[in-house]
């Protein structure tokens, strides 16, 4: 079996279940929330708008936070490399509100000119 | 900053991307906002050019059930199936703490069977989008100097049965980006299984490759999340 010589002898650890089950709470945590997106969809009607828009994107933040933190890992990297990720996502926000705005003031000319 | 070269650069790389994805979305919301809502009650609700259509009278079709209506249902399936890929991928970056080759083999395959299922149902979403209703929508149109009507079954680029223009031209060009993502994420996936399979991480002493696709596996999970809110819910 000499060619089979340059395969290492790699040692296997057991399996860390402390941290396995915390991955699959965030799962649960992840479809938990989206039930709950489609109760308010059904639940709460369309005249609710803003309250809506409100839940969903509350929600949506929710679910972003434990996709970056848990399963990316960014919670447990150095401060420097959280910071440098998430600061520049300011730019992020402000373009879509000052966006979002600005479609509606599109919205009210148009709505004039008719 | 404590991570790696090759770590930091994926991060960096995915801020980037965030970028480009929050570009197109923007853009969407911009869109979206400056046309007019529908303004009736939601149960008589209209397929017309006149207004942004209702997202859920859009998408409320599952396959095999022709004439249901279940509004969002098959988009959360694919919700469901891009979380839980994510979760099997998570669970390959730690076997791969462990340098446990067949737990790593086991979850890879576990993570691009999920990719490939939520590629298979985008392709049967993008087909029912562009092939439309049983019934047609009366578009009218202004042709060498006069007003006539065309009946529209679905959407592509230049006709939209459903809505406003802009509303499919967002649809496929913003669920097309992001399935471009699932696509290339599913053949890095399948890289990184075949070199696990052929033992070139045990060879090279660690898993930090399953890590580094793994970020980006998560990432495209990630804006799914922000397409389902702002396409689909919204």
């Not at chain 2, 070269?5 to 970028?19: E, H, P, T, V």
């Not at chain 2, 898993?207 to 919204?234: A, R």
């Amino acid at each position: 079996m000499a060619h089979h010589s340059h395969e290492p002898e790699v040692v296997v650890l057991p399996p860390d279940k402390a941290k396995i089950a915390l991955l699959w709470k965030t799962a649960g945590i992840l479809l938990v929330i989206t039930i709950f997106e489609f109760i308010i969809a059904f639940t709460i009607p369309h005249e609710y708008h803003n309250l809506r828009v409100a839940i969903f994107v509350g929600m949506t933040i929710v679910k972003a936070g434990y996709i970056v933190l848990e399963f990316m890992h960014l919670r447990y990297e150095v401060k420097v490399l959280f910071w440098s990720i998430l600061i520049p996502m300011v730019f992020v926000v402000w373009m879509l509100v000052a966006f979002v705005y600005e479609g509606i003031k599109m919205s009210d000319i148009n709505f004039l000119s008719k | 900053m404590g991570a790696s070269y090759g770590k930091l650069m994926m991060w960096f790389f995915l801020l980037s991307d965030a970028f480009t994805f929050s570009g197109l979305l923007i853009t969407y919301g911009l869109v979206r906002s400056s046309h007019k809502a529908y303004p009736g009650l939601v149960e008589k609700f209209e397929f017309s050019t006149a207004y942004w259509p209702v997202p859920e009278k859009v998408f409320d079709s599952v396959p095999f059930l022709h004439g249901v209506e279940l509004p969002l249902v098959f988009v959360g399936i694919m919700t469901f199936v891009l979380i839980m890929s994510s979760v099997t991928m998570v669970l390959a970056v730690e076997a791969g703490h462990r340098m446990d080759k067949k737990a790593v083999e086991k979850w890879m395959l576990w993570t691009l069977l999920g990719g490939i299922t939520f590629l298979s149902c985008q392709a049967w979403e993008w087909t029912h989008f562009i092939v439309g209703s049983d019934t047609p929508t009366k578009v009218k149109y202004f042709v060498d100097g006069a007003w006539i009507t065309k009946d529209i079954f679905g959407a592509n680029l230049h006709v939209n049965q459903y809505g406003p223009q802009d509303f499919a031209d967002f649809f496929f060009f913003i669920t097309g980006f992001h399935g471009f993502h699932v696509f290339s994420g599913v053949l890095f996936n399948f890289l990184i299984y075949y070199n696990t399979v052929t033992g070139v991480y045990n060879r090279r002493g660690h898993y930090e490759m399953v890590e580094k696709v793994g970020l980006y596996w998560h990432f495209v999970d990630l804006v799914w999340v922000f397409v389902f809110t702002f396409f689909y819910l919204v």
